[in-house]
Structures are given as structure tokens and as C-alpha cells.
């Protein structure tokens, strides 16, 4: 699926679908990640553990921080990450392709609702991390909610409606929109997310493909955005979110040196030299009922 790229110099034209991408663009990243060298095992990690930055009540004390090898991780039973974009009803000029990135707030409200229902519990990448890592127990049922791209909606509607339920989540942010009111979030809310104890990760600058980057694209895209996300939250930003959900073997490395401990794809299978860096994801259609949506959640994750 072709999407657009809004280069820096467009400003701050961003659309939800135009965000994350689809199976099909990691399908073509996977491909072309074959042909690169392999990696080695990734190095000894830490979980985080700042008070607020993620619900930590699963993570074993005795964590070693110590990283399997991948085979283990990969031999995990995958738990369910959702992906939500924009959460506002359609428009007459919303296409047939952008409604599968919108959300109408009633189809979300009838989705919480009937995760709570079911016996879902949320939780956050610290405690999937422990559970990959090191086998820490999770809750009946565990599911994650990721929000791409800092629409304000994800805010004013999403938020709201979680907190009905006890749901946290990680929100991914693309610090290019902040301030860019009424479209996007402020600082001071993405900061209210944070102390609510949910989690806030990185997204990028202004949302361009990694497996593009070249030169200064590092400091630009990733460096400069994780110091001010640190800023706001005044803790360290260890989870990443690709744009488009595309990626290469190439950034790897690059993410793990600055310091990221868990990256998200889309639906694409998991790198066999480094699942932590490319957990999987599904974006929640909007157009979805609530039988498909059931079905995606219980057979989409192995």
C-alpha cells in the first residue's frame, strides 16, 4: 500500500492514514531485510523501572536484565498489541483507504467495552518486555493499546473512555505535531498521559521511513525527539513505534545504541536475530465490528 511522506519542509500535514502502513509494506520490508548481514544477539538490557513510566507490578524483582536468546522469545505465546490512529467520526472526504485509519468514537467506546467485558487486562511494553525476556507472568487475557501520531483525539476521546475501565496504554509520538492545537497534542497533555501511568514512546520526528535514513537522519529523526520526549516526561524513552511500520536489520543497531529496548512493526513476522526490536502489531480498522474485531485479537497472534 503506497502512502505519502510529508517532508519536513511541508510542514505539519499529517493524516492517520498516511501513518503506520499495513502487513503487505512490512511483508516488502522483511524482504528486503534477507539480504542484509545478520546481527549478533542483542546485548544485556535493563528494564526500565521509573516510577510512572509503565505498570511494573509483573516484572519480577530478581529481573536479571538478561536477554535470551532469540528462539526463546520467539517461542512465546504473542500477546494481542492493537494500533489506533485517529478517533473521530468519518467525513464525506474521508476516503475508502483513510477510514481504515479512523476510528469512530462509538466503535471504539463498543471495543473497550467489550475488551473489559471479556476479561481483557491492558498492559504495558515493561511488562510484555519481562514476559519475553524472562517469563514473568502476565494477567488473564493481557492485551496492549497503541496510539500513533499525537492526534488530540487519542486525548479528548480515547483517554476518557479507558480510564472507564482501568485500560492504560502507550501512545506513540511524532514530536513535529506538538502544539499543533486542535489537530494534535500539546506537551502538557502528552505529560497528563504519562502520570496517568500510561507510557509514552517515540514515533519520530515527522514520521519518516526509517529504512530511508542516511546522514544526519538519526540525530533528526530519533535523538532530537527521544531528548524532548525525556524532556516532558523526565524519564528515559526505551520504546519505539516505525513509521509506516516498515524497518531494515540496518536500524537495529542504531536503536539498540540509543538505548530503545523494544521497538513495534505491523502485522509482519519478527526478526529471528531480534524480536524485542520488532514486536508485532495490527491496526484496528475503523470499519471493523465487533465479531471481526474479536477474531483479529484471538488468531492474529500466535
Excluded at 483513510?98 to 466503535?107: F, G, L, Q, R
Excluded at 511524532?174 to 492545537?181: A, D, E, K, N
Excluded at 519505539?240 to 523494544?262: D, S, V
Excluded at 480498522?285 to 474485531?293: Q, V
Aim: proline share 7%; aromatic share 10%.
Amino acid at each position: 500500500m503506497t502512502k505519502n511522506f510529508v517532508s519536513a519542509g511541508l510542514g505539519i500535514l499529517f493524516f492517520a492514514f498516511t501513518a503506520c502502513g499495513s502487513g503487505g509494506d512490512s511483508g516488502k520490508a522483511a524482504a528486503a531485510a534477507s539480504k542484509d548481514t545478520t546481527m549478533k544477539s542483542p546485548a544485556d538490557v535493563t528494564v526500565p523501572t521509573t516510577p510512572g513510566a509503565a505498570d511494573t507490578a509483573n516484572v519480577p524483582a530478581n529481573f536479571s536484565g538478561k536477554v535470551p536468546p532469540p528462539a526463546v522469545i520467539l517461542g512465546r505465546k504473542q500477546v494481542p498489541v492493537l494500533c489506533y490512529h485517529q478517533i473521530r467520526d468519518w467525513k464525506p472526504t474521508d476516503s475508502r483507504m483513510a477510514k481504515d485509519y479512523i476510528m469512530p468514537p462509538a466503535n471504539l467506546r463498543e471495543q473497550l467495552k467489550m475488551l473489559h467485558d471479556s476479561g481483557y487486562h491492558s498492559i504495558l511494553p515493561d511488562q510484555l518486555y519481562a514476559y519475553l525476556t524472562n517469563g514473568a507472568a502476565l494477567p488473564d487475557k493481557p492485551i496492549m493499546l497503541t496510539f500513533d501520531d499525537t492526534d488530540e483525539d487519542q486525548y479528548t476521546v480515547a483517554y476518557p473512555e479507558m480510564k472507564k475501565y482501568g485500560f492504560k496504554g502507550v501512545f506513540f509520538i511524532m514530536t513535529v505535531s506538538l502544539g499543533r492545537l486542535p489537530h494534535y497534542m500539546s506537551k502538557d497533555q502528552v505529560k497528563e498521559l504519562y502520570n496517568a501511568g500510561n507510557v509514552i514512546g517515540s514515533h519520530t520526528w515527522d514520521h519518516h521511513n526509517v529504512k530511508k535514513y542516511q546522514g544526519q537522519d538519526w540525530a533528526i529523526q530519533i535523538d532530537k525527539p527521544t531528548k524532548q520526549l525525556e524532556a516532558i516526561t523526565g524519564t528515559p524513552i526505551r520504546y519505539f513505534a516505525y513509521p509506516f511500520g516498515l524497518w531494515n536489520r540496518e536500524a537495529l543497531p542504531e536503536l539498540r545504541k540509543r538505548g530503545f529496548i523494544g521497538a513495534f512493526q505491523l502485522a509482519d513476522k519478527m526478526d529471528p536475530t531480534d524480536p524485542l526490536l520488532t514486536i508485532r502489531r495490527i491496526i484496528v480498522a475503523g470499519g471493523w465490528n465487533l465479531k471481526t474485531f474479536d477474531n483479529a485479537i484471538l488468531h492474529d497472534f500466535k
